[in-house]
C-alpha cells in the first residue's frame, strides 16, 4: 500500500471510530505536526505521546503513525522517539518505518524490538520494513522469535516470498521442532505452515540455501 493510500485508510478508520472530541483533537494535533513549529519539543511529539489518552489506546497505534506521516519525521527523530518512547510508542514508530525511512536505517529499531518478548513489538517488527531490509540470517531468527513467542505468522510480511525455497530456513525450522518435541512440548502449527512454504514448487529443481 502506497503512503497515500496508507494514510487516507488510517483517517477514514478513525473519522468513523472516533468521538466528535477525541476527532477534534486529532485534526488538531495534525495540523501541529505539519507546521513543525520550532520549539522543544516540537508540540506534536506532545501529541504523539498523549495519544493513547486522547484517542483510547485501541485506536493510539493509528493515531500517531498519521502524526508521524503528517511530520514527516526523518530517521534521526525517529530513533529518538523510539528510544525515549513506551512500548505503545515504539510499535507505531515499527508499523511508520516503511513509508518513512527508505534505506536500512530503521534496522537497529527492527533488532531491538525482536530482542524483547512483547508480542505486541515483534509482530509491529516483522511488517513491511523487515520483509525489504531484513538480512536473511536476521529475518528467519525472527520468524523463529514469532514461533517462539506466539506471534502469529501472519504478522510476517512477504512470507511466502521470502520462505521459498529457503533451505537454511527448512533446517532451522527442524531443529526447532525437534527441540520441541525432545522437551515434550506442542510444535506451533504455524511452524509447519511456514516449512511448507520453503519448499520449491514442483518445477523447480531442488534450491540450494540462501545467502545467509
Same mark, same amino acid.
Given at each position: 500500500?502506497?503512503? *497515500? ?9 478513525? !473519522? ?12 488538531? %494535533?495534525? *495540523?501541529? @505536526?505539519?507546521?513543525?513549529? !520550532? ?5 506534536? =511529539?506532545? +501529541? ?7 484517542t483510547g489506546q485501541d485506536h493510539?497505534?493509528?493515531? +500517531? ?16 522517539? /523510539? ?5 505503545? $510508542? ?24 525482536? +530482542? ?8 509491529a517488527a516483522v511488517g513491511p /520494513?523487515? @520483509? ?7 529475518? #528467519? ?13 501472519? %504478522?510476517?510480511?512477504?512470507?511466502? #516470498? +521470502?520462505?521459498?525455497?529457503?533451505? =537454511?530456513? *527448512?533446517?532451522?525450522?527442524? !531443529? ?6 525432545? *522437551? ?14 520453503? $519448499?520449491? %514448487? ?5 534450491? =540450494?540455501?540462501?545467502?545467509?
Amino acid at each position: 500500500m502506497t503512503k *497515500a493510500a496508507t494514510v487516507t485508510a488510517l483517517r477514514a478508520h478513525l !473519522d468513523a471510530e472516533l468521538t466528535d472530541t477525541a476527532r477534534e483533537w486529532l485534526d488538531h %494535533a495534525l *495540523a501541529a @505536526a505539519r507546521t513543525a513549529a !520550532d520549539t522543544t519539543p516540537p508540540v506534536w =511529539e506532545t +501529541r504523539f505521546a498523549e495519544a493513547g489518552r486522547r484517542t483510547g489506546q485501541d485506536h493510539a497505534d493509528a493515531a +500517531r503513525i498519521l502524526l508521524l506521516h503528517a511530520a514527516h519525521a526523518d530517521s534521526t527523530t525517529l530513533h529518538r522517539l /523510539y528510544g525515549e518512547g513506551t512500548a505503545a $510508542e515504539r510499535r507505531a514508530v515499527l508499523h511508520a518505518l516503511p513509508h518513512l525511512v527508505p534505506g536500512p536505517e530503521g534496522l537497529l529499531l527492527v533488532e531491538d524490538a525482536l +530482542r524483547t518478548n512483547d508480542t505486541r513489538l515483534v509482530a509491529a517488527a516483522v511488517g513491511p /520494513y523487515a @520483509a525489504t531490509h531484513l538480512p536473511a540470517h536476521h529475518w #528467519r531468527h525472527a520468524v523463529l522469535k514469532c514461533l517462539f513467542t506466539g506471534v502469529p505468522v501472519d %504478522a510476517v510480511a512477504e512470507l511466502p #516470498r +521470502r520462505a521459498h525455497g529457503d533451505t =537454511e530456513l *527448512a533446517r532451522m525450522l527442524g !531443529d526447532f521442532a525437534a527441540e520441541r518435541t525432545a *522437551a515434550g512440548r506442542t510444535v506451533p502449527e504455524d511452524l509447519h505452515r511456514v516449512l511448507a512454504l520453503t $519448499e520449491p %514448487a514442483p518445477h523447480e529443481p531442488g534450491t =540450494e540455501a540462501k545467502e545467509s
